[in-house]
């Protein structure tokens, strides 16, 4: 058994669930490593993981799908108890107006960012609350600093599918409070992912960091680091709050 149990980081094969999944290994976690599509680069973050004698497994599923998201708690069980969930798997769309966003994108954002961090809070809860014979264990939702600057112009959509997770962070908090699970968010801002390329604008780091006071971007490992710490004993009193991590902006 790893000894610091299962972690389950949902959108683990890149970006910040990539890091996230590869500090958590380094952290003394077995990984459960989730993904929707790019099977082969989960399977990469699975081999670094085990390549330095870490415990790591991937699965396949999309966290808007419940019949997949009971299946990925399932794969996360092989590797011995949960004991923490990063709910990272998220979806912008692409940037465009309020005015002119479709009803597709509104669906896809809103399922995979809200009601899969949903499900898989629920999930989570139902394994690791000690009113339910689990062993206790943190939730950690990843939001964005978009959620309190609105995005206009980019996505508000994406805006304000993370204001529901902090929503989700601040009242999961209260619900489980006396069952053995800290439930806390993080809200990265800009931050050198390929987030920006799937929504239809590669250079958007190199156009919005003039805006970030520290003068750059985060780095996924930076955010990891920040998840790790949340996941941690160190930050055993933080509880229902949502951390920015956003270089000032």
Known sequence: MSARGVLLVTGGSRGIGAATARAAAKAGYAVCVNY???AAAAAGVVADIQAVGGRAAAVAGDVAVEADVLGMFEAAAALGPLTGLVNNAGICGPIGRVADVSAETLDQVFRVNVLGAFLCAREAVRRMSTARGGGGGVIVNVSSGAASRGSAGEFVWYAASKGAIDSLTIGLAKEVAGEGIRVVGIAPGLTDTDIHAAAGEPGRVARMVSLVPLGRAASPEEVAGQIL???????????????RATGGL
């Not at 710490?229 to 951390?243: E, K, R, V």
């Open 36 to 38: 929707a599509r790019d």
């Open 229 to 243: 710490f949340l996941l941690s004993d160190a930050a055993a009193y933080c509880h229902g709050g949502t951390l």
